[in-house]
């Protein structure tokens, strides 16, 4: 028989890695068009990201942090990551979609945040619905998780750091409403 209380947090690191496999589709399509289609391409991979971060970094790490052997350190890893991509993303936003720039940049953001995602997979997301302890704090996990799947990443515009900032007031509304 299952445990019930780890229902809810292995349907939050399932839905996390599923994001993750999203992104991956997506970081595809970017280098498979060309013109408009590339820029959409790429707007969408960076409304994801600005939705899948920020959920990450308000939602998943702090319960990961608290919860897991080596939490702090694991999370401060994954942070560092992510900071790495924030800085590429904004860098490329400085370039044509057609730039000759582009790709290279690009494939190598695709290949920072495939690497992002696998360490998280396995040394964060892997043991979290073993780590998170009573029934309160799966609770809030699993429900602040749900709360943050109402954000529609399609309607973030700007750049990538204002996307997150929107994702971010976003959640704060969300989170005062409730």
Do not use: C, W
């Not at 060309?34 to 707007?43: K, N």
């Not at 920020?54 to 694991?74: K, Y």
């Not at 790495?84 to 490329?92: A, D, H, K, N």
């Amino acid at each position: 028989m299952r445990d019930n209380r780890h229902q809810g947090v292995e349907g939050v690191v399932d839905a996390l890695k599923a994001q993750h496999q999203q992104i991956r589709t997506a970081m595809f399509a970017v280098l498979g068009a060309e013109g408009e289609a590339r820029q959409r391409a790429f707007l969408a991979v960076r409304q994801l990201l600005a939705l899948h971060e920020v959920v990450e970094e308000e939602v998943v790490h702090p319960v990961a942090g608290a919860s897991l052997i080596s939490g702090q350190a694991i999370v401060a890893d994954r942070l560092k990551e992510e900071d790495q991509v924030l800085v590429m993303i904004s860098e490329l936003e400085q370039f044509e979609v057609d730039a000759h720039e582009f790709a290279p940049r690009f494939r190598a953001l695709q290949l920072a945040v495939t690497a992002h995602a696998e360490a998280e997979e396995e040394a964060e997301l892997g043991a979290l619905p073993h780590r998170v302890v009573g029934r309160e704090a799966a609770a809030e996990l699993t429900s602040r998780f749900g709360m943050a799947q109402q954000v529609d990443a399609a309607g973030l515009t700007g750049s990538f750091a204002a996307m997150m900032g929107e994702v971010r007031d976003e959640l704060g509304a969300l989170d005062r409403a409730r």
